[in-house]
């Protein structure tokens, strides 16, 4: 059971906007950074959003990151074939238990 | 550019101790960053296993901590993941990756391909 929930399965047709949420507490998306995945099944995850909100270079402005609260969001808009992938929230935790990187199940995204 | 490329045995025996090797070319890990370890095992998620920096500060999934170290060859720009007693339970694909300047944020930008590690007798 991952300490950030994220719904396993998302989908939608070409041209929509898919959201993907991720939602965690205080001890880590209420008070760090949220980052987020794509990865394409068999091969490496690949840095999709930083601290949030910022688009590392070569990231389509497609791609779209926000955080409030606790929980966090990827928007995907003109959806495309090639974004079926499974996506990943992960973030700090300050957990009491012991400090740790943090990442949520992981989200497929089906293209219809 | 940045590249990473885990080395290891692909089979480790249960109550053994797994060892991998993280070779990085195009960048000196003694110019800083931190340099994690990830873990996925077969169709299930991403599990960080802990991070080292240069001069060998870490920290540790405190899940794995008592099983797990991390050190780093700076004049063989690698680091290195030792994890002790393995079970069926940490079998898993096995990726290296660079992290950031800070170990707080979970911004790993460089990956290596992967390595599947099957613990089985």
């Known amino acids: 059971q991952s300490v950030l929930t994220q719904p396993p399965s998302a989908s939608g047709t070409p041209g929509q906007r898919v959201t993907i949420s991720c939602s965690g507490s205080s001890s880590n998306i209420g008070r760090n950074f949220v980052y987020w995945y794509q990865q394409f099944s068999g091969t490496a995850p690949k840095l999709l959003i930083d601290?949030?909100?910022q688009r590392p270079s070569g990231v389509p402005d497609r791609f779209s990151g926000s955080k409030s609260g606790t929980s966090a969001s990827l928007a995907i808009s003109g959806l495309r074939s090639e974004d079926e992938a499974d996506y990943y929230c992960a973030a700090w935790d300050d957990s009491l238990s012991g400090p740790s990187v943090v990442f949520g199940g992981g989200t497929k995204l089906t293209v219809l | 550019q940045v590249q990473l490329q885990e080395s290891g045995p692909g089979l480790v025996k249960p109550s053994e101790t797994l060892s991998l090797t993280c070779a990085v070319s195009g960048y000196s890990i003694s110019s800083g960053y931190y340099w994690g370890w990830i873990r996925q095992p077969p169709g299930k998620g991403l599990e960080w296993i802990g991070s080292?920096?240069?001069?060998?500060?870490?920290n540790y999934n405190p899940s794995l901590k008592s099983r797990v170290t991390i050190s780093v060859d700076t004049s063989k720009n690698q680091f290195s993941l030792k994890l002790s007693s393995v079970t069926a339970a940490d079998t898993a694909v096995y990726y290296c990756?660079?992290?950031?300047?800070?170990?707080?944020?979970?911004?790993?930008?460089?990956w290596g391909q992967g390595t599947l590690v099957t613990v089985s007798s």
């Open positions: 601290r949030n909100n």
């Open positions: 990756a660079r992290q950031s300047y800070s170990s707080t944020w979970p911004h790993f930008d460089y």
């Open positions: 080292i920096y240069r001069g060998g500060s870490t």
